[in-house]
């Protein structure tokens, strides 16, 4: 299967490199590209010195558009799956091919999680991500451990819902509205690296109105959006095409 890593990159000089190397050395069978989010730091002339695939936007628009225009990427070049891979080196590509393997078993969305055979620690943080584990269950069913991790692979039926409609951000309302159109969803238990350098998409300040934010948003908002998810296309003839 041919799996893009999609990298989302606001202001992350510091930790790119070893990141995409690390990348590149692990799973050198992968592409990737470096998605620059009007970055003020560099970023899109380190990602041209090192000859690394760019796209870069000139403005800061930020997580769910830096994503949305990797999965656009991913759709228009007609890959089988896309991963969200964070540039400041918490995410770890040695779980990218068990991701892979669920993604081709069948699964839609797969998710790296800390938590499948990990017990979750009690901080407010976690406090939270229980919030929208049991928000998740109540409106889908599912039982999601870490359903707040960035480390989330899609099929390729799912990025091409990502590509061609809107109010789709990375985010686990999204998550719990796919699966509750139909998509597959599993986890697969990962270790996350610390942070050393950078700016987060998401500060410690903001996290708490976050997680009631996504809790609100999947126990009612979901259930205003309407559509459907469309049939897997083996062929992926449209994300071919141009």
């Given at each position: 299967?041919?799996?893009?890593?999609?990298i989302?990159?606001?202001?992350e000089?510091?930790n790119?490199v070893?990141?995409?190397?690390?990348?590149?050395?692990?799973c050198?069978?992968?592409?990737?590209?470096?998605?620059?989010d009007?970055?003020?730091?560099?970023?899109?002339?380190?990602?041209?010195?090192h000859g690394y695939p760019?796209?870069?936007l000139?403005v800061?628009?930020?997580?769910?558009?830096?994503?949305?225009?990797?999965?656009?990427?991913?759709?228009?070049?007609?890959?089988?799956?896309?991963?969200?891979?964070d540039?400041?080196?918490?995410?770890?590509?040695?779980?990218?091919?068990p991701?892979?393997?669920?993604?081709?078993?069948?699964?839609?969305i797969?998710?790296?999680?800390?938590?499948v055979?990990?017990?979750?620690p009690?901080s407010?943080?976690m406090?939270?991500?229980r919030?929208?584990?049991?928000?998740i269950?109540?409106t889908?069913?599912?039982?999601l451990?870490?359903?707040?991790?960035?480390?989330?692979?899609?099929?390729?039926?799912?990025?091409?819902?990502?590509?061609?409609?809107?109010?789709?951000?990375?985010?686990?309302?999204?998550?719990?509205y796919?699966?509750?159109?139909?998509?597959k969803?599993?986890?697969?238990?990962?270790?996350?690296?610390?942070?050393?350098a950078?700016?987060?998409?998401?500060g410690?300040i903001?996290?708490?109105?976050?997680m009631?934010r996504?809790?609100?948003?999947i126990?009612?908002v979901?259930?205003?959006r309407?559509?459907?998810l469309p049939?897997?296309?083996?062929?992926a003839?449209?994300g071919?095409?141009?």
């Amino acid at each position: 299967m041919r799996l893009l890593v999609i990298i989302p990159a606001f202001n992350e000089a510091e930790n790119l490199v070893p990141v995409v190397e690390n990348l590149k050395s692990t799973c050198p069978a992968y592409d990737f590209v470096v998605v620059n989010d009007g970055s003020s730091d560099g970023t899109p002339a380190l990602c041209r010195r090192h000859g690394y695939p760019l796209l870069d936007l000139p403005v800061n628009l930020g997580l769910a558009d830096a994503v949305g225009t990797g999965m656009k990427y991913a759709y228009k070049h007609g890959y089988d799956a896309a991963v969200q891979f964070d540039a400041d080196g918490q995410h770890l590509p040695q779980y990218l091919p068990p991701m892979l393997k669920k993604i081709a078993a069948g699964y839609d969305i797969v998710l790296g999680s800390r938590f499948v055979e990990k017990k979750k620690p009690m901080s407010l943080r976690m406090v939270g991500s229980r919030l929208i584990s049991w928000s998740i269950r109540l409106t889908t069913g599912q039982s999601l451990t870490d359903p707040t991790s960035g480390l989330r692979m899609y099929s390729r039926r799912i990025v091409r819902e990502f590509a061609t409609q809107i109010n789709h951000a990375p985010e686990p309302d999204t998550i719990s509205y796919l699966i509750r159109k139909g998509a597959k969803a599993a986890e697969v238990q990962v270790e996350m690296a610390e942070r050393t350098a950078g700016e987060s998409y998401l500060g410690s300040i903001n996290s708490v109105k976050y997680m009631l934010r996504m809790g609100v948003s999947i126990v009612l908002v979901q259930w205003f959006r309407g559509g459907s998810l469309p049939e897997d296309d083996n062929n992926a003839q449209t994300g071919r095409e141009g």
